[in-house]
């Protein structure tokens, strides 16, 4: 038996019947759109010749990527090529048709395309135009370049992964700076499509990465503006990762009353009576022999017998799991966490949607570069002796049926 909820009718979506241009590359932008179309938009996908550069990144198959899957799966694909005149004419075409534009361009280069927000919404003054830049369109770093790397060392976010035995910054192992943004621009633009629905008015939505970065870290700055350098880390102890005979877990007690428990359920209730973790302040400034005494009681034991024992006395605990350990986690198999992408090319993928069940779409492939383009310029009602043009000089591009090879 599942408790998830059945996907609903395209028509009961959030976002159904919105028109999306999203003519945004690599993942902030797209993820943006792409959230917007699991809750019902329809999306266009505008990429250039070499296609969005996030194609070739990571882990490729043929014309596709994990990362181009992952955030535009369901989407349509229209290849332009965007620096010629004609071809500027035909993003404008189709964004005077959208109601939604996302661009993540440095400041500018939608103006010099044509499609800036203030063109756009001279034409179209409903139109919510999301711009995602690095810095912003202004200040001493409006201009400089900007990827996941570069935002999680300069907004902190490797400071706050630092380890804690060398104290060394590390990057955390995700694009959270670019994924985080594109949820922040999918709620911004939400916010603004609310102000839109009661007013009638469009708006500019903007947003970049390092505000987004800042954002996400507010505890640990305030934290850090409180009690210094030294606040940062754990907030409890225990509190870490320890070895089983066969794999690890992290245990953890943030008051006395779980330290309770957790010293119960390792046969230590000893610790109880020592003064030296009589209190989280205590157990903190003798974490390191604390730590060590947990240690030696975790590795006595497996993992799954350490989850039956931990459970049994209401410890904060967990496995360690890897990704195929996640795929195949009772609660993700109970919830249908994961949905199934029948990917052209590649064949089935899983794929882990906005955790918003009964909400959003059935997972769908994402295109190949141009996959969509005739269907797209004929459904926008250009002129066929036009798009016959276009296609001869190579302002847009029509991908081959068969797809990914």
């Known amino acids: 038996m599942t408790t998830a909820l059945p996907a609903p009718p395209d028509s009961d979506l959030p976002f159904a019947g919105l028109r999306v241009l999203d003519i945004s590359q690599g993942i902030a932008g797209p993820y943006c759109a792409h959230i917007l179309w699991q809750q019902g938009a329809e999306i266009i996908k505008v990429e250039p010749p070499a296609g969005d550069w996030g194609r070739k990144v990571g882990v490729v198959r043929g014309d596709l990527s994990a990362l181009s899957i992952a955030y535009n799966a ?17 993003l404008l075409g189709l964004a005077a048709d959208a109601d939604i534009v996302v661009q993540n361009f440095r400041p500018q280069v939608a103006d010099r395309l044509g499609v800036g927000y203030d063109v756009l919404a001279a034409r179209r003054p409903e139109l919510v135009y999301v711009s995602i830049s690095g810095y912003g369109p202004d200040g001493p770093y409006a201009d400089f370049p900007a990827s ?33 943004t594109g949820l922040y621009a999918a709620q911004a633009c939400a916010a603004a499509l609310c102000r839109r629905f009661r007013t009638g008015k469009g708006s500019h939505v903007e947003l970049n990465l390092f505000d987004a970065c800042c954002a996400l870290q507010a505890n640990n700055i305030l934290e850090h503006a409180i ?17 089983s005979r066969d794999g690890s877990l992290t245990v953890l007690a943030l008051n006395n009353a779980q330290f309770a428990k957790l010293s119960h359920a390792l046969g230590r209730a000893d610790w109880l009576g020592d003064a030296r973790f009589a209190d989280n302040a205590d157990r903190m400034a003798h974490a390191a022999e604390l730590h060590a005494q947990v240690a030696a009681v975790i590795a006595t034991r497996t993992t799954a017998q350490w989850q039956d024992i931990l459970r049994e006395h209401d410890v904060l605990h967990a496995p ?69 043009g276009w296609l001869r000089d190579g302002v847009v591009r029509q991908a081959a049926a068969e797809g990914v090879q």
């Open 74 to 90: 369901g989407k349509r694909s229209i290849c332009v090529d965007a620096t010629t005149a004609a071809g500027r004419e035909v």
């Open 320 to 388: 360690v799991r890897n990704y195929d350990d996640i795929l195949g986690h009772p609660q993700a198999l109970h919830r249908q966490t994961f949905q199934t992408i029948e990917q052209t090319g590649i064949g089935a993928l899983p794929f882990a949607g906005i955790p918003v069940q009964g909400m959003r779409r059935e997972a769908g492939p994402a295109p190949v570069n141009g996959e969509h383009t005739l269907q797209i310029l004929e459904g926008a009602g250009f002129d066929q002796t036009a798009i016959a």
């Open 148 to 180: 996941d790397s570069v935002m999680q060392a300069d907004s902190g976010l490797m400071y706050a992964n630092r380890g804690s035995a060398d104290g060394v910054p590390r990057r955390i192992g995700m694009l959270l700076a670019d994924a985080a």
């Open 227 to 243: 009690g210094g350098a030294a606040a940062s880390g754990p907030v409890s102890a225990p509190n870490g990762v320890f070895a």
